[in-house]
C-alpha cells in the first residue's frame, strides 16, 4: 500500500484560494488513479476531482471551474488547486489512491473559508 500525506489547508477568507499536497511514499505513483474527497461537518465524504494514470480528470459539479487537479509523478505528488473557495467548501479534505480496486486514504486537512 501508498503511504499519503496531505498538507496545505487552512483558513481562508470567501474568494480567496488555497493549494492543497498530497505526498505519497513507495514505488509505482504513476500507476495509481489519484483522488480529492471531502467530508464537512455532518455530512458523508465525496469525491471532489480525480485524475487517472492517463491524466483524465472529473469533477464535482459545483467545482468545475474553480478547482484544478493534477499530478507530478516525478515528485509522487498530487494536487488540488482551490480558487474562488467558497463558505460550502469549508470541510476536511482527503488523499485517495487506489489501484487494483485497493484503495489508501490520507489523514486528511482541513480547509474553513470563512470570513
Known amino acids: 500500500q501508498v503511504q499519503l500525506v496531505e498538507s496545505g489547508g487552512g483558513l481562508v477568507q470567501p474568494g480567496g484560494s488555497l493549494r492543497l499536497a498530497c505526498a505519497a511514499s513507495?514505488?509505482?505513483?504513476?500507476?495509481?488513479?489519484m483522488g480529492w474527497h471531502r467530508q464537512a461537518p455532518g455530512k458523508q465524504r465525496g469525491l471532489v476531482a480525480s485524475?487517472?494514470?492517463?491524466?483524465?480528470?472529473t469533477y464535482l459539479d459545483s467545482v468545475k471551474g474553480r478547482f484544478t487537479i493534477s499530478r507530478d509523478n516525478a515528485k509522487n505528488t498530487v494536487y488540488l488547486q482551490m480558487n474562488n473557495l467558497k463558505p460550502e467548501d469549508t470541510a476536511v479534505y482527503y488523499c485517495?489512491?487506489?489501484?487494483?480496486?485497493?484503495?489508501?486514504w490520507g489523514q486528511g486537512t482541513e480547509v474553513t473559508v470563512s470570513a
Open positions: 485517495k489512491a487506489r489501484r487494483l480496486s485497493v484503495d489508501s
Open positions: 485524475i487517472a494514470t492517463s491524466g483524465i480528470t
Open positions: 513507495g514505488s509505482d505513483f504513476s500507476g495509481y488513479h
